[in-house]
């Protein structure tokens, strides 16, 4: 459940939009003419919240400026508190935790000089919030409960209401959801009365939270648009998001997709506008998680990286966690099970690291309502000695008697609770260690299976050494991304050049015969996926080329692609002995470029799914783009198109140069900006090592690649083949 609290104690400022607005129009005109510095601070710092609340940060950036020269210049204790608050609250909103606390903890340290207790209690309930968006638990009760007890001292409504909206988030985080429920509800009561339309919003998002965790998606649903419709008329605009956030979640939990999209959507446009980095997080981790249930795998991952990089940033662990988790689940769908083994394994460590927090946050909370429950019953005595008279003496003996006996039941109690906890806590890591020592062993067994099957990945691809003896000025440079891969290059041999209805040998040559065959077919291919999914297809494929050019005799390029798009439909359509196809409908095939050489008159057919094909021809690079279809199935179809070049027999070494490849160099991220290394800078590279032998130029190729990878892992399976005509 990918829960976001709207509540923030940040701005104490609960206009409307249009007020606000009104406001802010005032202070400008007041600043243009007023002389008194005293005046001015004050009218900045209330600038600054407004439009803090409006989302207008370079604005802030610059009232800040303006008071931060004005409150040094005189001194001026009280103007320098406010300043940090205001900075504060900006670096807060935009995701800067440790900007947010630095400027707190400078406020707080002045106001204990002075004594302000009611601005101290305002900037405990920030530092809290702070903290609590960092996962730091403890911490944040400390804050929470010094802020409460100031407030009731102070005998501050607005105060305690915020109190007890703290307290009700600590027990939501510690799935207590009726006492969450409870404390929600005392606030939400004071904020009816007074009217307070922001406190409203806040608790209503919060117990729109709760009812989610509860399985009452209807009522999390009203509680969610009702804070939305509050924050929309207050112009809140993080509130807004916040409140996106939360159903778009509920819509996912009740498996309505598309408006659960529609909703992370939103929220990830109004939040990228708030620059609230923690909402974001939230925003894209919802959005993978929708794009895997609508198996819409690449924008998911792109979304689930998103949100490990904002997390990572702010230290939205809870995030992390969550994020890691969806990216195991993607990458088992895609069939990348080393990538899954990885992120399952961060799933589990940040696991590990919100359950020792999550150990601690019961310490804390426990020994809270402990204090708590004691300070009662001390007021309670104090009032009692105040009013009673003499007589009360006794009385007033047994009561503390009593308090004592409460106390220490309560000792006996929490220690209890602790050895509990203990032996919860062992028992869990074993399972832990467990269940790791299970994936390891799995993982072993899958990776042993993957090495096998290259084995038999290897036996379809032609050995390089007879590509070099039919084609010595050549190169094939391949790269699996993982083990086994969807790319694969081809090669058949025929000791006569191909002419209309010349039937080629029905054995293949390629084990013997003599060298300078008459027509060599070769070409480089890619299917459908990576690993081994993407070699599974490979072997279908690479069948029907063989099927193609040696039990059916075609010699033209194009002719073989569409007889090899027959043979793959035919493969993953199969039929039962009754004629009825089966049930799976496959959608798998691969991209193409092949190439027929007639190796007496240099003439070069070439026909291609997808893939293109570059060739150098008197020092120009030119290109043949293949045709828009795959080698699958497809709307449509039409035969594929076969080309014809002619390379001018005994120019001696200024002769063409051919090049097939699939996708995977092109796409290739690296570089200094992460970027992918793209086809134009491919052809230019090509073009200037032309004049190379083609063994030095795959050299060249590989060092390119290696230096502008860099750190990045392999992005895709990569096949490319050079040939000297």
């Known amino acids: 459940m990918k829960k976001l609290l709207i509540y923030l104690l940040l701005v104490n400022i609960t206009v409307t939009l249009a007020a606000q607005q009104h406001v802010i129009d005032s202070i400008y005109s007041v600043l243009k003419t007023e002389k008194d510095d005293t005046v001015k601070v004050k009218n900045l710092i209330t600038l600054g919240r407004l439009l803090l609340m409006q989302a207008r940060y370079k604005e802030t950036d610059s009232v800040t400026g303006v008071l931060k020269q004005l409150v040094l210049k005189y001194n001026d204790t009280l103007g320098i508190t406010a300043y940090y608050k205001v900075c504060g609250s900006a670096c807060y909103v935009q995701g800067n935790y440790q900007g947010a606390l630095k400027n707190y903890v400078e406020a707080l340290k002045l106001n204990e000089k002075l004594g302000n207790k009611q601005e101290i209690a305002s900037i ?66 004071e ?161 590990d690291s919100m359950k020792n927090e999550e150990n601690t946050k019961k310490l804390v909370s426990e020994q809270m309502q402990y204090e708590f429950d004691k300070k009662q019953a001390e007021e309670k005595a104090i009032q009692d000695k105040k009013d009673a008279d003499t007589a009360a003496a006794n009385k007033r003996q047994q009561i503390i008697t009593g308090s004592v006996s409460i106390g220490l039941l309560l000792v006996l109690i929490f220690s209890g609770l602790l050895l509990n906890r203990f032996r919860i806590t062992r028992k869990q890591k074993k399972i832990i260690e467990e269940q790791k020592e299970l994936v390891e062993q799995k993982n072993k067994e899958v990776v042993d299976s993957i090495t096998y099957a290259k084995r038999l990945q290897d036996a379809i691809l032609p050995p390089l050494s007879i590509i070099e003896k039919y084609l010595p000025e050549s190169f094939v440079l391949y790269k699996p991304k993982d083990i086994v891969a969807g790319d694969f290059y081809w090669m058949e041999a025929s000791p006569t050049p191909p002419k209309e209805g010349l039937e080629l040998n029905s054995s293949f040559p390629l084990s013997g015969g003599q060298r300078g065959a008459g027509t060599i077919f070769i070409a480089a291919a890619d299917c459908t996926g990576h690993g081994v999914p993407g070699a599974m297809v490979s072997v279908v494929c690479s069948n029907a080329l063989n099927r193609a050019v040696k039990e059916f005799k075609i010699t033209e390029p194009g002719k073989i692609l569409d007889k090899v798009r027959e043979l793959v439909l035919e493969t993953f359509s199969q039929r039962d002995p009754f004629g009825e196809r089966s049930e799976s409908d496959v959608q798998d095939g691969m991209d193409i470029s092949l190439c027929c050489i007639n190796t007496q008159t240099k003439e070069v057919q070439w026909s291609g799914a997808y893939n293109s094909l570059w060739y150098i021809q008197n020092g120009d690079m030119k290109e043949i783009a293949g045709d828009k279809q795959p080698i699958g199935k497809t709307d449509n179809p039409k035969p594929f198109t076969t080309h014809t070049i002619i390379f001018p027999p005994n120019r001696g070494d200024k002769g063409g140069l051919l090049y097939l490849f699939t996708d995977g160099y092109a796409d290739q991220f690296g570089g200094p900006k992460g970027k992918k290394f793209k086809y134009k800078q491919l052809q230019e590279k090509l073009l200037a090592m032309s004049h190379q032998p083609m063994e030095k130029q795959k050299q060249e190729l590989e060092a390119v690649l290696e230096q502008w990878k860099g750190n990045l892992e392999q992005t895709d399976d990569i096949c490319m083949v050079g040939i000297k005509v």
Request: proline share 1%; with cysteine; glycine share 10%.
């Open 124 to 189: 405990c309930a920030n530092i809290g919030s702070i903290y609590y968006s960092q996962g730091n638990y403890p911490q944040a009760l400390e804050n929470y409960l010094r802020a409460l007890r100031l407030n009731e001292a102070a005998g501050n409504t607005h105060g305690i209401c915020n109190a007890y909206v703290n307290i009700g988030v600590v027990h939501e985080a510690e799935t207590n959801y009726s006492e969450a429920l409870r404390y929600y509800n005392l606030a939400l009561k």
């Open 191 to 351: 904020y009816e009365k007074s009217g307070d339309k922001d406190g409203i919003a806040n608790v209503c998002g919060n117990m729109g939270n709760v009812y989610q965790e509860l399985g009452n998606f209807d009522e999390a649903l009203e509680a969610e648009q009702k804070s939305l419709e509050l924050c929309r008329q207050l112009g809140y605009n993080v509130g807004m998001g916040i409140a996106y956030v939360n159903i778009g979640d509920a819509y996912e939990a009740k498996k309505d997709y598309s408006r659960a999209f529609d909703s992370y959507t939103h929220a990830l446009k109004i939040l990228e506008g708030a620059k609230h980095k923690r909402g974001m997080g939230y925003s894209y981790e919802g959005l993978g998680s929708v794009s895997i249930k609508l198996k819409k795998y690449q924008p998911a991952k792109a979304y689930l990286d998103s949100a490990l990089t904002v997390s990572k940033q702010i230290g939205a662990k809870e995030v992390s966690k969550g994020a890691y988790n969806y990216l195991t689940k993607l990458d088992s769908a895609t069939g990348d099970y080393k990538a899954a083994l990885k992120d399952y394994k961060e799933f589990i460590a940040y696991g």
